[in-house]
């Protein structure tokens, strides 16, 4: 079995705090690579100048909209977690209803002070979001296509919120960051439909398409990335291709056997181990556009750091 599929069945784990599994810390560093990727991208490609301090700001308000909506979700969501995933915090009991509105409210109320100091491009842009997530997590879980679309456009809202650390991101000024937030958002659709099938059974139908169309979307962050470069150094193609090398080698190997076993307890590691994927897939890109082999060694170390940080987090805690 491939090692990033495979349940971890080295010595017995406590299980993580409640408030760690309730948060999904072990997601924590994906919405902040979001917000990472758009002001690389405004920097590197676009020859923008980056606020450094409003840049910090949209990476505290994307974790804690990010974080409140995994509370919202719990919360909204408690009483089919109840019977389809009763060790979650609140139907388990180790986290209250109360307090967990408490918390997300907390969460938002950062996120919006937050984005406000990073600017009006960021706080309206940070409302968009927060307004989608919400309603993602209040509408019924029989809309099916429709609630599951709000989420990649969450996450491509994302990467535009970080690229205001650069002022507004209009389409005329920067069309390749609204392309790369496009492919990261169908990304992100994908592993949200094998996420679906983790809860209801599974379409073997599906799952080519859905295999194929990841496998297709995870070469899209080399492919832009080497293509925004402005530097034309050959050399310059090494360590995107060896970052997108590891990535792949541990990715596409789990989608084939997600395909080949059609099993839901599959599916739930899938969406993992893609969702584990994102910081590799916006480290692919910024080492693509990043100007010299120096920087790009600086970021390929930062990503595959949290790359790693990310993998020993979810061992304990859930990802979703």
Known sequence: MDPELAPDQSRPRRPAHPLA???????????????????????????????GFAWLACGLASWCVYSAGMVFN???????????????????????????KLIGVLLIGTA??????????????????LGLALTYDMAPSGLGGSRLLLVPVC??????????AAGWPSFDETPGLFAYAAVYGAYILMASCFGVMEDRPVRRARLPWLTFGTMVLITLPLVLGLSLRRSDQ??????????????ATRTVPGLMRAWRSARSEMM????????????????????????TPLLQTGVAIAFLA???????LARRIPPT
């Open 74 to 100: 719990d919360v909204f969501d408690q009483v089919e977690d109840r019977e389809l995933r009763p060790t979650r915090p609140i139907p388990s009991g180790e986290i209250s209803v109360f307090r967990a």
């Open 268 to 291: 739930g590691r899938t969406v993992g181990l893609l969702l584990r994927g994102v910081l590799l897939f916006h480290g692919v890109l910024a080492t693509g556009v990043a100007p």
């Open 234 to 247: 050959s050399l310059g193609m090494v360590i995107p291709l060896g970052l997108w090398s590891w990535w």
């Open 155 to 164: 996450r491509s809202l994302n990467v535009l919120l970080g690229a205001t």
């Open 112 to 129: 919006v002070s937050a984005s406000a100091l990073a600017g009006l491009s960021s706080l309206v842009i940070l409302t968009l979001i």
């Open 306 to 312: 949290g790359d790693l940080l990310t993998r020993q």
């Open 21 to 51: 599994r309730l948060l999904r810390l072990s997601n924590a560093l994906t919405p902040i690579a979001d917000v990472a990727a758009g002001g690389l991208f405004r920097l590197w490609v676009d020859g923008a100048s980056l606020d």
